[in-house]
């Protein structure tokens, strides 16, 4: 089983509401991965956590705030959003095994409107 | 640094076309590839992956081939399907880079009957 699972799948928020995405695996992997999808390009890279510590945070602002309160779970906080952080995020998790080249697997995503 | 680099889409080809998306790659040491696609309205799904030079992954007719001597991971099927239809993106993860994921661009593939 391979399944990562994100909730909600939609998610149309105000600029001045709180909101949280969900993630969840059940694989036994050690290392959760938020990233954010613009349309027609990659994915890029948000944050990391490894062992329930956060390892990369790659200069995200402060609106967008993870949590991950086990190894199955991970959560990205968001507040005070911008109409240009509408997006699709997803999240992924790998084992982590130390030397870097663990293969990530995707969840389906949570598509982000902030109005 | 680490670089990918995907051929540019989109891709048009007719039902039962043979297909080819070029991919190749700037990294040290030995980095893991990958193929990930992704189809409308969807997440990534891990399509096929190699780990070592020489090494072919391959799934559900799609196969790819490591070449370390061309830094090249290119993507071969015999035989669309209208249901391949999608974007696919080339990766690779390197060592003491914390699985840091390089993507390409992606290449859109339009499959028609």
């Known amino acids: 089983d391979t399944e990562v699972t994100q909730t909600p799948k939609h998610l149309v928020m105000g600029m001045t509401n709180k909101k949280s995405l969900k993630c969840e695996q059940h694989?036994?992997?050690?290392?959760m991965y938020w990233y954010k999808q613009k349309a027609k390009k990659p994915p890029e890279l948000m944050f990391v956590y490894s062992y329930e510590k956060l390892s990369i945070n790659e200069s995200v602002p402060s609106r967008f705030s993870p949590e991950c309160p086990n190894s199955s779970l991970l959560n990205l906080h968001l507040h005070a959003l911008q109409p240009e952080d509408s997006a699709l995020y997803l999240c992924a998790s790998s084992q982590d095994r130390g030397w870097g080249t663990d293969t990530q697997y995707f969840g389906p995503g949570t598509r982000l409107t902030v109005l | 640094g680490n670089s990918v680099t995907q051929m540019e889409g989109p891709v048009t080809l007719s039902e039962e076309a043979f297909l080819t998306i070029n991919c190749t790659y700037t990294a040290t040491g030995y980095p893991s590839l990958f193929w990930y696609v992704q189809y409308p309205g969807e997440g990534l799904q891990l399509l096929l992956k190699?780990?070592?030079?020489?090494d072919k992954g391959s799934n559900k007719g799609f196969e790819a081939t490591y070449r370390k001597e061309t830094t090249s991971f290119h993507l071969e099927k015999g035989s669309v399907q209208v249901s391949d239809s999608a974007v696919y993106f080339c990766?690779?993860?390197?060592?003491?880079?914390?699985?840091?994921?390089?993507f390409g661009t992606g290449t859109r593939l339009q499959v028609t009957l």
């Open positions: 694989m036994g992997h050690r290392a």
């Open positions: 190699a780990t070592k030079a020489d």
């Open positions: 990766a690779l993860v390197n060592t003491g880079t914390a699985s840091k994921l390089t």
